[in-house]
């Protein structure tokens, strides 16, 4: 049978459509191919739920290193984070910084003694507009529409390290070794990483899940962190951030920090 | 047509075929070992035989647990889901490997590797999630 162009073409033009058809109806069939929605999940009903989560650091509660070694230890156990032991391959998820490290655009030569020695807390500021999410080429790191957490998925990080150079405040670490063996106490209900990803806080998504603030709230000195919903009018957060003089790390990048803090609180802030 | 040095190209043609299907008659007769997960964890065992059930029914677990955790995976990472309704029973789990699956199924070794390892399958669930002990007589 012979056949020209024109023949040639329509029966191949009809016979994809009719595979297309095919395939969207095995589709149908399969509600596995496209992933679960709900009503086959739903969001555990203890969950803390927020439309902007966010951390005031109340810097007159920490005094001291040990104040923040409580909640950095807390953190670090909680999560399972390798202490290689050298600043080389050092990953931290929440760490102390001096003054003008933490605020090297806010520093002055003459500043008052006492800030520029106190010890700041520092940890991923959970951006409004996050450069990392805007770099990754995976998606491995993305904003998590409901909360605004600046989440992780492992699974997908392919460890390319753009999330590290664009982060403007140090937050992200790399893997270079395996972690496994420098982890001290293993916490069992939570995973590990693995070597060749990026890792950081998150806020601590999987303990809001079930009901509970973040390790580093917890562990905090006299309620040296606040932790609530920004969007909310009511919330601690929201008044301290409104009635108080909080700064945020850098900014003037247009980052949108979500940690503010509070330099001049007293007891009763 | 003449073949120069005959004996020995047939016989080290021999000695290749001989040694290249060793493989074969080395097993045969032998009735290769299927690999049998066990469901015998002290949790399971300690169930009511009725409600013994995975989160989905055996034949779909079966075959479609990869993607069973990885739609779990991108509900809890992603969407921030915590509970997956089962579509059988309509029960309540905890979308969580390390946490749920594995509650249950403590015996990582006979359960997942058994077939794991027949397969040549190497899922790098384990690189991250930490196992539960298991005392080595296996």
Redesign the interface.
């Known amino acids: 049978m012979s056949m020209d162009r024109r023949q040639f073409l329509k029966i191949a033009g009809i016979s994809s459509l009719l595979g297309l058809g095919a395939t969207a109806a095995s589709a149908t069939h399969n509600i596995?191919v496209k992933?679960?929605n709900?009503?086959?999940?739903?969001?555990?009903p203890v969950?803390l739920k927020a439309e902007h989560w966010a951390m005031v650091v109340d810097m007159s509660k920490f005094k001291t290193e040990e104040d923040i070694q409580k909640s950095v230890s807390a953190c670090h156990t909680t999560h399972n984070v390798p202490d290689f032991g050298n600043i080389k391959d050092e990953i931290k998820w929440i760490w102390k910084a001096k003054y003008e490290n933490a605020f090297p655009d806010q520093e002055n030569p003459y500043m008052e003694e006492k800030i520029k020695e106190m010890p700041f807390i520092v940890l991923c500021n959970h951006c409004e507009n996050p450069p990392c999410v805007r770099v990754c080429p995976t998606k491995a790191t993305?904003k998590?529409k409901?909360?605004g957490i600046v989440?992780m998925?492992?699974?997908r990080c392919i460890g390319c390290r753009f999330c590290m150079a664009a982060c403007p405040y140090g937050a992200r670490s790399f893997n270079f070794r395996e972690p496994r063996p420098f982890i001290k106490n293993?916490n069992?209900?939570?995973?590990?990483?693995?070597r060749g990803v990026v890792e950081k806080c998150t806020f601590c998504?999987e303990r809001l899940?079930?009901g509970k603030l973040p390790a580093c709230v917890e562990a905090a000195p006299k309620g040296g962190l606040i932790f609530g919903d920004l969007a909310d009018k009511h919330s601690e957060v929201r008044k301290i951030v409104e009635t108080r003089y909080t700064i945020r790390r850098k900014a003037e990048l247009g980052t949108g920090p979500s940690v503010y803090y509070l330099i001049g609180g007293n007891e009763h802030a | 047509m003449k073949l120069y040095d005959g004996g020995k190209i047939l016989i080290g043609l021999l000695v290749f075929a001989a040694i290249a299907t060793f493989p074969f008659y080395y097993h045969i007769g032998k009735v290769n070992a299927k690999p049998e997960p066990k469901l015998d964890t002290p949790a399971i065992l300690q169930m009511p035989e009725q409600e013994r059930k995975c989160v989905e029914p055996k034949a779909f677990m079966r075959t479609?647990h990869m993607?069973?955790l990885n739609?779990?995976?991108?509900?809890?990472?992603?969407?921030?889901?915590?509970?997956?309704?089962s579509?059988a029973t309509a029960k309540?789990y905890?979308?969580s490997l390390?946490?749920e699956c594995m509650r249950c199924h403590s015996n990582k070794k006979k359960f997942c590797d058994e077939c794991h390892n027949y397969m040549a399958v190497k899922p790098?669930c384990w690189?991250?999630?930490?196992a539960?002990k298991e005392d080595d007589k296996s």
């Open positions: 596995w992933g679960i709900p009503p086959e999940v739903e969001p555990n969950t993305f998590r409901q909360d989440m998925d492992m699974h293993e069992k209900e939570y995973p590990t990483r693995t998504t899940a079930v | 479609e993607q069973l739609n779990w995976r991108d509900a809890v990472v992603r969407d921030g889901y915590g509970q997956y309704v579509t309540h905890n979308m390390q946490n790098y690189d991250c999630h930490i539960p």
